[in-house]
């Protein structure tokens, strides 16, 4: 869940060596089909057909928890400081994938200069994000956060036109940029002077987000081909991100004086749903359907985290919020579509 996504989970860590659309949980998803490396999810050369359920249940589901991330940030941070509901988030995310680790007896990752790159990782993918987004629901709506969410890939293709040598910028990516910019200002209403929006929690969640594509680039340049299975690796990072966290707790707040029913079951669904089982859906889809298709996951969650927040919570819904949102999923569109794509059969 975040994110996430979703709101989210942590990036795999073995990253692929092409261009990522970070998700609300702060996976990233490959845009293009990848080269193949020695990770349990390289992609193979024929589509695997199989599980339990239709891919497009799965997909539906993982839009579902992702989306829902936000609103259950937002409830958490009712009973807890945004320390805590980030630690929470993590922990039980990385239980969850300890879990599917001791199922099938794989080991956690080994050597220093691995465990070093994955405390770097943990804390651009996890650490600062996932506290930015608790610490922006203190003031603005999940829905707002969700949209914030959305600008990732935005940023992403900024920085890669920086950082990775090998993505040229085309006229349609810088459209895509354009458009995704006018998007965030209708979002938040800059013709009539940004009036209404708390200017602090939003430049947190957006801050959030640009936390996602510079961990994945970070990701890209250290973890790609690592040994170790993408969820040997993402559960390493988020044990690593647990202590971060922990710290950061036992320094800057007090411990919960109680722990009410409803805020505790979110901060537990939104790491073991949306950080851990999430995770392993995605891994799923990837290898099912391809990068491609998997990664539209991302143009759902600002619009389920939207009808949450209306719907469950009660906020707010403005005419230009939905509008910028859409306008951003489309910017974000045209910097991601390549051509060659594979497609389900």
């Not at 940004?194 to 936390?211: H, N, P």
């Not at 669904?269 to 799923?284: N, P």
Request: proline residues 8%; charged residues 10%; contains cysteine.
């Amino acid at each position: 869940m975040s994110a996430p996504t979703t709101p989210g989970p942590a990036v795999p860590a073995s990253a692929p060596t092409t261009p990522t659309t970070a998700t609300a949980t702060g996976t990233t998803t490959p845009t293009t089909t990848p080269t193949p490396t020695p990770t349990a999810t390289a992609a193979p050369t024929r589509l695997h057909r199989g599980g339990l359920l239709d891919w497009r249940v799965r997909f539906a589901i993982l839009s579902v928890i992702w989306g829902f991330s936000f609103l259950l940030i937002k409830v958490g941070t009712e009973a807890y400081a945004p320390f805590q509901v980030a630690l929470g988030r993590v922990l039980f995310g990385a239980l969850a994938l300890f879990t599917v680790l001791l199922v099938r007896r794989e080991p956690l990752p080994r050597g220093l200069r691995t465990w070093g790159h994955l405390s770097v990782a943990a804390l651009l993918l996890n650490t600062a994000p996932f506290s930015l987004f608790a610490y922006a629901e203190l003031s603005i709506p999940s829905s707002l956060a969700g949209i914030c969410n959305a600008t990732s890939p935005l940023w992403g293709m900024a920085l890669s036109l920086v950082a990775l040598s090998e993505d040229r910028p085309t006229r349609r990516r810088f459209a895509g940029l354009g458009l995704g910019f006018l998007g965030v200002l209708t979002v938040l209403g800059a013709w009539q002077g940004f009036s209404g929006v708390d200017a602090k929690g939003t430049a947190f969640a957006l801050l959030a987000s640009l936390c996602y594509p510079i961990g994945w680039i970070y990701v890209r340049r250290t973890l790609a081909g690592a040994p170790g299975s993408p969820v040997a690796l993402t559960g390493g990072q988020l044990m690593v991100s647990t202590l971060q966290l922990a710290l950061v707790s036992a320094l800057f707040t007090s411990a919960p004086s109680s722990f009410p029913l409803w805020p505790t079951l979110s901060v537990i669904a939104l790491g073991a749903l949306g950080t851990g089982m999430a995770l392993q859906m995605q891994y799923g889809l990837v290898t099912e359907v391809g990068p491609t298709t998997a990664q539209m996951v991302t143009y759902f969650i600002p619009v389920i985290a939207t009808t949450a927040g209306v719907l469950v919570l009660g906020e707010q819904l403005h005419w230009n919020t939905p509008v910028g949102a859409a306008i951003v999923l489309a910017g974000a569109a045209l910097t991601q579509t390549l051509p060659g794509a594979r497609r389900p059969a």
